[in-house]
C-alpha cells in the first residue's frame, strides 16, 4: 500500500483566507483524489486529479472555491477559497493502488474555519 | 449517489464474529464491492473487495450472494479496536474511473 501524508494535519482559520492542503505520496501514482467529510457526515468527493490534466470536479464542486495542483507524480494540493464556517470540515486526499483496483487515503486535515 | 444500503449501527460482543451487511440490488456486471472502515479521527482504511466470489484476506472475509444483490463482511474475532464505520461501496473496476462514493456506513460498536 502507499504512504500518504498531509500538511497541515489540523488549522484553524479566518473566515474570507484561504488555506492550501499538501498530499504527498511515497511511489508515483496515476490517480489521486480529494474528499471532505464535514462533521458526523460521510465523505464527499470533491475532485480528481491526474498528473498533466485539469483537475475533474464533482457536482457542486467548482474549481475556483477548491483549485488543485498536480504538479508531478507524488503531489498535489487543494486550496479552500474564500473560506466560511461551513467549509468546517475534514480533507482527505487518497491514491489509486498499483492495480488501480484499490484506494488509499491520507490521515486527513482537520479544518475549523471562524 | 451511493448505490449501497447499510444499516445504520450494529453492537458486537467482543471475541465474536461480526457480521455487517450491505445490499446493492442494482449492481452491475463489472463493478466490485469494496469495504473500508474509517476509525474515530483517521482517514479511511482498505480492508477487502471482491467481483463474484467470496474473498478473505488477514482482516475480514467478503461473501457475495450468487445473484450479487447483496454481501456480508465477516470480521472472525471482534477486538475493540475494530470499533469504526464500515462502508460497503461499488465502483467499477480498475481504470480511470476509479473514484469511490460513500453511504452512511454501519457504525460498528465491539462490546467489552
Known amino acids: 500500500s502507499a504512504v500518504i501524508s498531509q500538511k497541515p494535519s489540523r488549522d484553524i482559520c479566518q473566515r474570507g483566507t484561504s488555506l492550501t492542503i499538501q498530499c504527498q505520496v511515497d511511489?508515483?501514482?496515476?490517480?489521486m483524489f480529494w474528499y471532505r467529510q464535514q462533521p458526523g457526515q460521510s465523505l464527499t468527493l470533491i475532485a480528481t486529479?491526474?498528473?498533466?490534466?485539469?483537475?475533474?470536479?464533482e457536482s457542486g464542486f467548482v474549481i475556483d472555491k477548491f483549485p488543485i495542483s498536480r504538479p508531478n507524480l507524488t503531489f498535489s494540493t487543494l486550496t479552500v477559497s474564500n473560506m466560511s464556517p461551513e467549509d468546517s470540515s475534514i480533507y482527505l486526499c487518497?491514491?489509486?493502488?498499483?492495480?488501480?483496483?484499490?484506494?488509499?487515503f491520507g490521515p486527513g486535515t482537520r479544518l475549523l474555519v471562524l | 449517489d451511493a448505490k449501497t444500503t447499510q444499516p445504520p449501527s450494529m453492537d458486537c460482543a467482543e471475541g465474536r464474529a461480526a457480521n455487517l451487511p450491505c445490499n446493492h440490488s442494482?449492481?452491475?456486471?463489472?463493478?466490485?464491492v469494496y469495504w473500508y472502515r474509517q476509525i474515530h479521527s483517521q482517514g479511511p482504511q482498505y480492508i477487502i473487495h471482491?467481483?463474484?466470489n467470496n474473498e478473505t484476506n488477514e482482516m475480514a472475509s467478503l461473501i457475495i450472494t450468487e445473484d450479487r444483490k447483496s454481501s456480508t463482511l465477516i470480521l472472525p474475532h471482534a477486538t475493540l479496536r475494530d470499533t469504526a464505520v464500515y462502508y460497503c461501496i461499488v465502483r467499477v473496476g480498475g481504470g480511470a474511473t476509479n473514484k469511490l462514493i460513500f453511504g452512511t456506513g454501519t457504525l460498528l460498536a465491539v462490546q467489552p
Open positions: 511511489s508515483q501514482v496515476t490517480m
Open positions: 471482491g467481483l463474484k
Open positions: 486529479a491526474n498528473q498533466g490534466s485539469e483537475a475533474t470536479y
Open positions: 442494482t449492481i452491475s456486471g463489472n463493478e466490485y
Open positions: 487518497s491514491v489509486g493502488g498499483r492495480t488501480q483496483e484499490t484506494q488509499y
